[in-house]
């Protein structure tokens, strides 16, 4: 490491402030979806022992843990976003054990899980190859590892960075987009896979309007909220204005709503 490089210990403790804020619970029910076809496309089995890495309020966990009939494991550094994955799977009477854990340092044994899944989760760690060889170092040989990360030019990516032109990340760290491109999952995964492949869906995502998107990742959404902390009151209508547009020239639903088809890479590797 030079002397440029960030203190990627540093950035992981704000990250980990960031996604506390807000609800993102709120926000993961509009891309549940991505958990059951990611579930589907993985074949689980019952007795499959999955891990969720960054799993939030816990999607990928659920959907899994309906195929598995139990023994799912969904590991997040925000507690509160545990504690709301506990209520959902008591709630669907399903056996799902929530774990406090940083998807760069995971406190599990080598080879471990059947398969790791991570849906929009572990592609936000600021060191990557820390990330992919965590996913690697859990799974048996053999076993899969099934991942959702938005792609760089589907529209969840053009908001990020339409987002990062006001509020720009911290310097000399990857975008967590470059994980929604096959280039950068072979670097990452390397010889640790013996197979992937990788698919391009749509999460469609319905709002009212354009302000309606706003006013909702403003409330629920950690890094739109410190997005807007961070340019201040004489930044925020440059923000707001440039959300707008590029919301207004991404919807589909002319003029009777605002609706994302956003466009995330599906990803199936087998560990080797």
Not at 135 to 148: A, E, H, N, Y
Not at 153 to 165: L, N, R
Not at 209 to 215: F, G, K, R, T, V
């Amino acid at each position: 490491m030079n002397d440029a490089s960030p203190d990627l210990a540093a950035v992981t403790q704000v990250q980990q402030q960031i996604w506390s804020k807000g609800d993102f619970a709120m926000v993961a029910g509009i891309v549940y979806n991505a958990s059951e076809n990611l579930a589907e496309a993985l074949e689980l089995i019952p007795g499959e022992r999955v891990l969720d890495v960054a799993c939030g309020s816990g999607n990928g966990a659920i959907s899994a843990a309906r195929r598995t009939w139990g023994g799912t494991v969904g590991a997040d550094y925000v507690p509160a976003l545990l504690e709301r994955g506990r209520e959902r799977a008591a709630a669907e009477r399903l056996e799902v054990e929530f774990v406090e854990a940083d998807a760069q340092d995971l406190p599990f044994e080598d080879a471990s899980f059947d398969v790791a899944m991570s849906i929009f989760g572990a592609m936000f760690a600021p060191d990557q190859p820390k990330a992919a060889s965590e996913l690697l170092r859990v799974v048996k040989p053999g076993g899969r590892i099934g991942m959702g990360n938005w792609t760089p030019d589907g529209a969840v990516g053009k908001m990020f960075k339409t987002i990062a032109k006001h509020a720009p990340p911290p310097p000399g760290v990857d975008s967590p987009l470059l994980w929604g491109t096959e280039e950068r999952l072979r670097e990452l995964f390397g010889d640790g896979i013996a197979d992937l492949r990788v698919e391009r869906r749509i999460s469609r995502q319905p709002f009212r309007s354009a302000d309606h998107y706003i006013e909702f990742f403003r409330t629920y959404f950690g890094p739109t909220q410190t997005a807007y902390e961070r340019v201040g009151p004489e930044g925020e209508q440059a923000l707001t204005d440039d959300l707008q547009a590029f919301l207004e020239a991404a919807n589909t639903a002319g003029d009777r709503a605002l609706v994302l088809e956003a466009e995330y890479l599906e990803v199936i590797a087998t560990r080797a």
